[in-house]
C-alpha cells in the first residue's frame, strides 16, 4: 500500500530560526495536504497542492509539491512559540477516497 | 460554521462494554470519516463515508462498527473492545470525498480496561 514518509521525525529549533520539513510518497500523488496539530489537539489544515512543481506561501510558511508528484515540502522561515506542533504532510493517490497521513515531524521552539 | 463536534471528550471503558461515539458536522459536508490515532503516530484511516453511504473501510475489526444516521451526523459503536485499542479516535468531514480538505474534531479520547 502507499506509503508516506516524513523527515526528520523531531526537530528543535531556537526562536528565529528556519524549519524544513519533507515528505515523500512511495506513489504518485494526486495532491497533498499539509495539516497542523498541536500538542493535545486535532490535525487543522493548513493547505493543499494539486500541480507538479506548484509552490505556496502563507505568511512565513512556504509549501512546495515536487515535479514528479511523489514529495512535498513546508518550510517555516523564523520560527515562533506559536509554530510548536507536529506537521502532517497527507497525500492521495489518484481518484482514490483515501488520504494517507505522513509520519509528521514534530517542531520544538527554544524561546 | 467549521466546527466538528465530537462526545464524549474521554471515555472508559471495559472490554465487555458496549459504548457509541459521536460525531456531527453542520457545515454539509458529504464526506465524513473515522480515524485512529496512537500516542506519537500519525491519524489511521478506519471508515469514510460519502453521501451517507459506507465507501472505505480500511479492515477494520468487527468491533467497531460504523453508523451515518444522516448527512451531519456520524456514530462509532464499540463492543468488546482490547486494551490496545486505546487510542484517540478523530472525527474528520470533507465538503466532497476526493480533493477537499479535511475539518477534524477534537477527538475522543478512548481507555479501555
Known amino acids: 500500500g502507499q506509503q508516506v514518509m516524513q523527515i526528520p521525525q523531531y526537530q528543535h529549533v531556537q526562536e528565529g530560526e528556519d524549519f524544513t520539513t519533507y515528505c515523500n510518497s512511495s506513489?504518485?500523488?494526486?495532491?497533498i495536504q499539509w495539516y497542523k496539530q498541536r500538542p493535545g489537539g486535532h490535525p487543522v489544515f493548513l493547505i493543499q497542492l494539486v500541480k507538479s512543481g506548484e509552490v505556496k506561501k502563507q505568511k512565513r510558511l512556504t509549501f512546495q509539491f515536487g515535479e514528479a508528484k511523489k514529495n512535498s515540502s513546508l518550510h517555516i522561515t523564523a520560527t515562533q512559540t506559536t509554530d510548536v506542533g507536529t506537521y502532517f504532510c497527507?497525500?492521495?493517490?489518484?481518484?482514490?477516497?483515501?488520504?494517507?497521513f505522513g509520519t509528521g515531524t514534530k517542531l520544538q521552539v527554544i524561546p | 460554521d467549521t466546527e466538528v463536534t465530537q462526545t464524549p471528550k474521554h471515555l472508559v471503558m471495559g472490554m465487555t462494554n458496549k459504548k457509541s461515539l459521536k460525531c456531527e458536522q453542520h457545515?454539509?459536508?458529504?464526506?465524513m470519516y473515522w480515524y485512529k490515532q496512537k500516542a506519537k503516530k500519525p491519524p489511521e484511516l478506519m471508515f469514510v463515508y460519502s453521501y451517507e453511504k459506507l465507501s472505505i473501510n480500511e479492515s477494520v475489526p468487527s468491533r467497531f462498527s460504523p453508523e451515518c444516521p444522516n448527512s451531519s451526523l456520524l456514530n462509532l459503536h464499540l463492543h468488546a473492545l482490547q486494551p490496545e485499542d486505546s487510542a484517540l479516535y478523530l472525527c474528520?468531514?470533507?465538503?466532497?470525498?476526493?480533493?477537499?480538505?479535511?475539518?477534524f474534531g477534537p477527538g475522543t479520547r478512548l481507555t479501555v480496561t
Open positions: 506513489t504518485t500523488l494526486s495532491n
Open positions: 457545515m454539509g459536508h458529504r464526506a
Open positions: 474528520a468531514s470533507s465538503q466532497g470525498d476526493r480533493t477537499y480538505e479535511q475539518y
Open positions: 497527507a497525500g492521495r493517490s489518484g481518484g482514490y477516497q483515501k488520504v494517507t
